[in-house]
């Protein structure tokens, strides 16, 4: 199948300053990504669907000036997180799918984020 | 709107048994079901799927799931459990040419010596 690949896995960061995440399809083209957040013990929640070369489109609730989305080419899309809080502590996945398929949604490894 | 209901939060099983986890959706037209496997700390991997056609679906690691529209229905089995199954589980729906999938809490499963 597919692979997408996120990094970093882990990341530990001081309150205040701004964390990028990189998630990337590493054996196909993806015109859209998807990510997600994951509270302990919780499902998954969308935050965002990226899509190339133009804005994201955001879930209700989620703020796009703290979650920055860029999905500069068909192979890649990263979400900022800006001036990090400890209540940004989270685990952040991504997806992506493959066009021209069945339209099957591949998961990244995920990364963990801690805010100190 | 759609959602997925996983009833169980955690499930023991004892290895060699056979399992069961529940899934319900809500959905207005025929959906997309999927269930996903997720071990602790990593991303999700896809188990099985179910688009159209034969309601019991094959997946990986000797995975099984039956599509019940009328009890809107997607549950997963396997005949006998082996201790490298413990994990987090997740059944998700979405609609056909789906852009995204909502996905239930998800159900825990442990596996007992």
Known sequence: GAVVSQHPSRVICKSGTSVKIECRSLDFQATTMFWYRQFPKQSLMLMATSNEGSKATYEQGVEKDKFLINHASLTLSTLTVTSAHPEDSSFYICSAREEGSTGELFFGEGSRLTVL | AQSVTQPDIHITVSEGASLELRCNYSYGATPYLFWYVQSPGQGLQLLLKYFSGDTLVQGIKGF?????????????RK???HWSDAAEYFCAVGAAGYSTL????GTMLLVSP
């Open chain 2, 64 to 76: 099984e799931a039956e599509f019940k529209r009328s009890q809107s229905s997607f549950n997963l």
């Open chain 2, 79 to 81: 005949p006998s459990v």
């Open chain 2, 102 to 105: 909502t996905f239930g809490k």
